[in-house]
T-cell receptor, first 113, second 113 residues
């Protein structure tokens, strides 16, 4: 049973480009969470999704950021017109349901140059 | 008041000693509590979950929960250098419906050989 899969592991983008981060949850998990971690800081909640629904996006910036979790395929976190401040590690986690343990993917390290 | 508070450390203990990591949380109705370990440059790894008051033991790890005091701790017995990592306390507050895990900033632990 594969764990949470994220790709790419490392992503370099120039300022103004778009970044697409992918997350495939563990088999049987229908809840996906995205977190951002800046260097030397803790994890910050961004968005919580279930299949085809955004449940809570209160942690996601209103501009340039969007997330989806389609019926088929991975969850996508999309960052448009990236800026240097977007450089961070982005972690995806999945769980079977509410109040259960979430398991993390290996993360995508985004560097904006 | 932060929703989940941890002492950032670093906490330094000698090999073989007991390491005690502490966490307080603000939402009295929280029901689910987790400890994650994160090695530098890696993703968080779930090591313990606890839902009821009291102690829960798993190998060298013991999680302790006191809901009245809104306090959760992690004890690591016979600490090893390989335990050196950042330990993240995580809580599912009741006001989120229990689905949005809030993380503390983490406590850095160093185990000296």
């Amino acid at each position: 049973n594969a764990g949470v899969m994220q790709n790419p592991r490392h992503l370099v983008r120039r300022r103004g480009q778009e970044a697409r981060l992918r997350c495939s949850p563990m088999k049987g998990h229908s809840h996906v969470y995205w977190y951002r971690q800046l260097p030397e800081e803790g994890l910050k909640f961004m968005v919580y999704l279930q299949k085809e629904n955004i449940i809570d996006e209160s942690g996601m910036p209103k501009e340039r950021f969007s997330a989806e979790f389609p019926k088929e395929g991975p969850s996508i976190l999309r960052i448009q017109q990236v800026v240097r401040g977007d450089s961070a590690a982005y972690f995806c986690a999945s769980s079977t349901g509410e109040e259960t343990e979430a398991f993390f993917g290996q993360g995508t390290r985004l560097t904006v140059v | 008041q932060k929703e989940v508070e941890q002492n950032s450390g670093p906490l330094s203990v000698p090999e073989g000693a007991i390491a005690s990591l502490n966490c307080t949380y603000s939402d009295r109705g929280s029901q689910s509590f987790f400890w994650y370990r994160q090695y530098s440059g890696k993703s968080p790894e779930l090591i313990m979950s606890i839902y009821s008051n009291g102690d829960k033991e798993d190998g060298r790890f013991t999680a302790q929960l006191n809901k009245a005091s809104q306090y959760v701790s992690l004890l690591i017995r016979d600490s090893q250098p390989s335990d050196s990592a950042t330990y993240l306390c995580a809580v599912n507050p009741s006001y989120t419906g229990g689905f949005k895990t809030i993380f503390g900033a983490g406590t850095r632990l160093f185990v000296k050989a």
